[in-house]
T-cell receptor, first 113, second 113 residues
Framework: GAGVSQSPSNKVTEKGKDVELRCDPI?????LYWYRQRLGQGLEFLIY????????KSGLPSDRFSAERTGESVSTLTIQRTQQEDSAVYLC???????????FGQGTRLTVV | DAKTTQPPSMDCAEGRAANLPCNHS???????VYWYRQIHSQGPQYIIH???NNETNEMASLIITEDRKSSTLILPHATLRDTAVYYC??????????????FGTGTRLQVTL
């Protein structure tokens, strides 16, 4: 597609439920990144994927967070047993190669009530 | 990746040049300087990057000092649509190393009439 696409754009969920967030990167981009941005805060790195290499999961805040990517296509970020502190905008980005400029999607706004 | 320091906020009159400074005194020889911006409620947008030479594209110019310890992003004719938070990031350029973009707090640029 023309840009990075994320779905849903908004998600409201009850505390304790699991959620899945989806990211469609730009076609041909081998690197994919997930970030979190709480209201009024900066971007926190969560995880990145590069081709078939093992992902860098160093930013995942707890074992309730996991992410998968199939090849060089779609990625899903899963949050289990959501907590109110998980409320944030979750941003996905992709880049053609490792260390080239990254293009961001519009994000998924997650609200845990 | 090296840490960057930016002023928290700046104002600029519409039509004037906006000069956004960034200090990165601990930058390494293999680290590039990247600039992104984030307009309210949108994902970050790539602007420009450079290693040691000055760079210019359709959006902005990047001036890097000879010792590479600081840089300035220049928006030559700021418009109201340039109101955003601008992030200066330094990032390892070589492949095979950690590639996550580490966002600081950035500079909030307010363009006024």
């Amino acid at each position: 597609g023309a840009g990075v696409s994320q779905s849903p754009s908004n998600k409201v969920t009850e505390k304790g439920k699991d959620v899945e967030l989806r990211c469609d990167p730009i076609s041909g981009h081998t690197a994919l990144y997930w970030y979190r941005q709480r209201l009024g805060q900066g971007l926190e790195f969560l995880i990145y994927f590069q081709g078939n290499s093992a992902p860098d999961k160093s930013g995942l805040p707890s074992d309730r967070f996991s992410a998968e990517r199939t090849g060089e296509s779609v990625s899903t970020l899963t949050i289990q047993r959501t907590q109110q502190e998980d409320s944030a905008v979750y941003l996905c980005a992709s880049s053609r190669h490792l260390n080239t400029e990254a293009f961001f999607g519009q994000g998924t706004r997650l609200t845990v009530v | 990746d090296a840490k960057t320091t930016q002023p928290p906020s700046m104002d600029c009159a519409e039509g004037r040049a906006a000069n956004l400074p960034c200090n990165h005194s601990t930058i390494s020889g293999n680290e590039y300087v990247y600039w992104y911006r984030q307009i309210h409620s949108q994902g970050p947008q790539y602007i420009i990057h450079g290693l040691k030479n000055n760079e210019t594209n359709e959006m902005a110019s990047l001036i890097i000092t000879e010792d590479r310890k600081s840089s300035t992003l220049i928006l030559p004719h700021a418009t109201l649509r340039d109101t955003a938070v601008y992030y200066c990031i330094v990032r390892v350029a070589s492949t095979g190393t950690a590639s996550k973009l580490t966002f600081g707090t950035g500079t909030r640029l307010q363009v006024t009439l």
